[in-house]
Each structure stands twice: as structure tokens, then as C-alpha cells.
């Protein structure tokens, strides 16, 4: 009787990953992972995207100021914000770490009239070493300026 091969010979190759293709494959997981925790937002979003919150809600206040033919006024303090009107108060929080510095206004406060002409003033969001700037004009123009 023939034998077919070695006894222990293998025909072929082995079924299986060799430790090389499986720490090429390791490396591809890290690489995957490290790009997903470098593209995850802020917690509590980004500095831009708190400023673009403020100015959206000034530009709201301002717009409402005109319509209701009342005033509205922006209270800017250390924690948050608060929005004044005749008939209705809001108050917003900063997202934690974020430090307002107002500057123009009056006592923290920048006032839009029934004509939408506003206290010009300037507000610097900062946090983690950023700063976001957000320009309110006498006209009542509100940009944001990075």
C-alpha cells in the first residue's frame, strides 16, 4: 500500500490566521477607533455652537423687540443668561467650563429697543483655551466672530 504523504506532512495550508494578520488587523481597529474619539463633538457641544446659540437668541430677541414694539434685554452673568421682555423672562445655562466676558452694554446687560437699535457690546465665550466672540452693533446687527 503507497502512502499519500508524511504522516505529519500538512497538504496545503493551514486553516487559519497567522499572528501577523492578526496584529495588522489590531492596528486597524485602533486606527479606526482613535479617528472616531479625535472626530467626537465637545461635551455639550463646541464653543462655536454655544456662541451660534447665544447670537441666534439675541437675533430672536431683537426681532421680537421689533414686532411686539417693546424692548427686550440680555442679562449675561458668570452661569448663564437671562432674556427680558415685557411679558415673559427666559434663562439659559452656559455649558460648564464656558467663561462670558461682556464688554460695551451696561451692567452686564445689553438692551435691544422697540426699534431693534441696540447697546453695542461684545461678548467673549471662552473655554479650554478658545475664545469666540460674538458683536452685537448699534444697528442690531449680531455676528459671531472666531
Known amino acids: 500500500m503507497a502512502m499519500r504523504g508524511a504522516p505529519n506532512g500538512r497538504k496545503g495550508r493551514a486553516k487559519g490566521f497567522t499572528l501577523v494578520e ?14 472616531v474619539v479625535l472626530t467626537l463633538p465637545e461635551r455639550g457641544g463646541s464653543l462655536f455652537a454655544e456662541a451660534e ?29 437671562d432674556i427680558s421682555r415685557r411679558t415673559e423672562n427666559a434663562h439659559y445655562d452656559w455649558v460648564e467650563g464656558t467663561e462670558p ?16 437699535l441696540a447697546d453695542p457690546a ?5 473655554r479650554n483655551g478658545r475664545a469666540v466672540a460674538v458683536d452685537i452693533a448699534g444697528d442690531g446687527d449680531v455676528r459671531i466672530q472666531r
Open 53 to 81: 446659540r447665544f447670537a441666534a437668541r439675541a437675533k430672536a430677541a431683537r426681532d421680537n423687540a421689533v414686532l411686539d414694539a417693546r424692548g427686550a434685554t440680555l442679562t449675561i452673568g458668570p452661569a448663564g443668561y
Open 101 to 116: 466676558a461682556l464688554s460695551g452694554g451696561s451692567e452686564g446687560r445689553i438692551r435691544f429697543g422697540a426699534t431693534g
Open 122 to 126: 461684545q461678548l467673549v465665550l471662552r
Open 22 to 35: 492578526l496584529m495588522v488587523v489590531l492596528v486597524i481597529f485602533g486606527l479606526a477607533a482613535a479617528v
